[in-house]
């Protein structure tokens, strides 16, 4: 006996004790970034039923993704940091058996990736994984002094905004005066075509495939330099290199395919203006209750680009705060989730469902105006 319910032929959320929520906040990885375009999720289920040799996929796709993308290569990975770390790797080994075989030991390799201070974050150790040594820098003639016969790569920070005093064009332009590789991860942005990276002299730009692709969520895109995103592909799986755990499979490889054939298709404007309609539902329904007022603010960012809606309240009149909304929200059926602050909450209508702006905007004026707390 399996001891499976009489006719659940699989489980779900539900059956496992698990609350889906509607996601009001982005792509963010932890609340499952984005849900598969049903194109995708159909490329994936085909992908499911026969083999393939994964070299020849990786060349075949490699090719219609510069087509799509307008750009010399294309390559589907495990995720934006299984990139990261493929791209590095690449960088340091290139695609000497011996020195792949080593890593993350590098010693006697180019070992460092130079970086501006202000590109710094959590992912980088990604690239540190490899056995490279990430070398800050804080201005251009730093970035100079910097460069050795050590240096492996120039890591960019896409949404670094002015974070970094070294504008992307003028650091690229040194690593291809020195014949460096430069890496831009672009995680959570818009892989728009033509590319603004490549087209500002990056040797490769990273995304994830489960953001604002909708790709599956165990994938990431790579677009860029042939030949190095051929020895990015030599250092990850299906070969036994130090990238060998971040496997995409040929289901990964497929939905994410799907889903960059789609954004070369949907129609963006009027997925912004479906956006700001399902604000107006979600505002509209509180504008009434005491002391909410209502703002939609235009995103200034790259990533998680949409506009957001931020509703605020004197927490003395509606009886909660920031904070007490937005667990209200969360713990209640359905889960909702978004961002709050000291006396509002902010709606990013990026990753909703048709017809859940309905559900928000009641489900919010019932919190606001203690209608069935």
Same mark, same amino acid.
């Given at each position: 006996m399996s001891g499976e319910a009489p006719g659940l032929r699989f489980p779900t959320y539900d059956s496992i004790g698990v609350r889906p929520l509607i996601n009001c906040r982005g792509t963010y990885t932890i609340i499952s970034g984005s849900l598969l375009l049903p194109e995708a999720r159909a490329a994936m289920q085909e992908a499911s039923r026969r083999y393939v040799h994964l070299d020849e996929l990786a060349e075949a796709v490699g090719a219609r993704l510069a087509e799509l993308m307008e750009c010399e290569w294309g390559l589907i990975v495990n995720g934006c940091a299984a990139a990261l770390c493929q791209v590095a790797a690449a960088c340091v080994a290139g695609t000497d058996p011996e020195k792949m075989e080593r890593l993350p030991d590098a010693t006697g390799m180019k070992d460092e990736v130079?970086?501006?201070?202000?590109?710094?974050?959590?992912?980088?150790?990604?690239?540190? #994984?490899?056995?490279? +040594?990430?070398? =800050?820098? %804080?201005s251009l003639a730093e970035l100079e002094a910097a460069v050795s016969e050590r240096t492996a790569m120039l890591l960019i920070f896409g949404d670094a905004g002015d974070r970094g005093p070294i504008p992307v064009p003028e650091m690229t332009a040194v690593g291809r005066r020195h014949g460096i590789p430069s890496l831009v991860d672009a995680a959570a942005e818009r892989p728009d075509v033509p590319n603004r990276y490549l087209a500002e002299g990056?040797?490769?730009?990273?995304?994830?495939?489960g953001k604002c692709l909708r790709g599956p969520q165990a994938s990431g895109l790579i677009l860029g330099e042939r030949e190095l995103l051929e020895a990015a592909f030599r250092n990850g799986a299906p070969h036994h290199s130090l990238g060998r755990p971040m496997k995409a499979g040929k289901e990964e490889v497929m939905g994410l395919l799907a889903a960059v054939? #789609?954004?070369?298709? +949907?129609?963006? =404007?009027? %997925?912004?203006?479906?956006?700001?309609?399902?604000?107006?539902?979600?505002?509209g329904a509180v504008r009434d209750v005491d002391t909410v007022e209502t703002a939609v603010n235009e995103k200034t960012g790259r990533s998680n680009v949409a506009p957001g809606l931020n509703v605020a309240w004197d927490p003395e009149a509606v009886g909660l705060d920031?904070?007490?909304a937005?667990?209200?929200?969360?713990?209640?059926?359905?889960?909702?989730?978004?961002?709050?602050?000291?006396?509002?909450?902010?709606?990013?209508?990026?990753?909703?469902?048709?017809?859940e702006e309905e559900v928000v905007a009641r489900r919010l004026r019932q919190v606001l105006a203690g209608e069935g707390r």
């Amino acid at each position: 006996m399996s001891g499976e319910a009489p006719g659940l032929r699989f489980p779900t959320y539900d059956s496992i004790g698990v609350r889906p929520l509607i996601n009001c906040r982005g792509t963010y990885t932890i609340i499952s970034g984005s849900l598969l375009l049903p194109e995708a999720r159909a490329a994936m289920q085909e992908a499911s039923r026969r083999y393939v040799h994964l070299d020849e996929l990786a060349e075949a796709v490699g090719a219609r993704l510069a087509e799509l993308m307008e750009c010399e290569w294309g390559l589907i990975v495990n995720g934006c940091a299984a990139a990261l770390c493929q791209v590095a790797a690449a960088c340091v080994a290139g695609t000497d058996p011996e020195k792949m075989e080593r890593l993350p030991d590098a010693t006697g390799m180019k070992d460092e990736v130079i970086v501006q201070k202000g590109h710094r974050h959590g992912y980088d150790r990604a690239v540190r #994984m490899t056995g490279a +040594r990430l070398v =800050e820098v %804080e201005s251009l003639a730093e970035l100079e002094a910097a460069v050795s016969e050590r240096t492996a790569m120039l890591l960019i920070f896409g949404d670094a905004g002015d974070r970094g005093p070294i504008p992307v064009p003028e650091m690229t332009a040194v690593g291809r005066r020195h014949g460096i590789p430069s890496l831009v991860d672009a995680a959570a942005e818009r892989p728009d075509v033509p590319n603004r990276y490549l087209a500002e002299g990056a040797s490769a730009v990273a995304y994830s495939g489960g953001k604002c692709l909708r790709g599956p969520q165990a994938s990431g895109l790579i677009l860029g330099e042939r030949e190095l995103l051929e020895a990015a592909f030599r250092n990850g799986a299906p070969h036994h290199s130090l990238g060998r755990p971040m496997k995409a499979g040929k289901e990964e490889v497929m939905g994410l395919l799907a889903a960059v054939e #789609m954004w070369v298709r +949907r129609d963006h =404007e009027a %997925e912004w203006q479906e956006w700001l309609r399902r604000l107006e539902v979600i505002g509209g329904a509180v504008r009434d209750v005491d002391t909410v007022e209502t703002a939609v603010n235009e995103k200034t960012g790259r990533s998680n680009v949409a506009p957001g809606l931020n509703v605020a309240w004197d927490p003395e009149a509606v009886g909660l705060d920031g904070a007490g909304a937005a667990w209200a929200l969360s713990s209640g059926d359905p889960r909702i989730e978004v961002f709050h602050g000291e006396r509002s909450v902010e709606f990013n209508p990026y990753m909703m469902e048709e017809g859940e702006e309905e559900v928000v905007a009641r489900r919010l004026r019932q919190v606001l105006a203690g209608e069935g707390r």
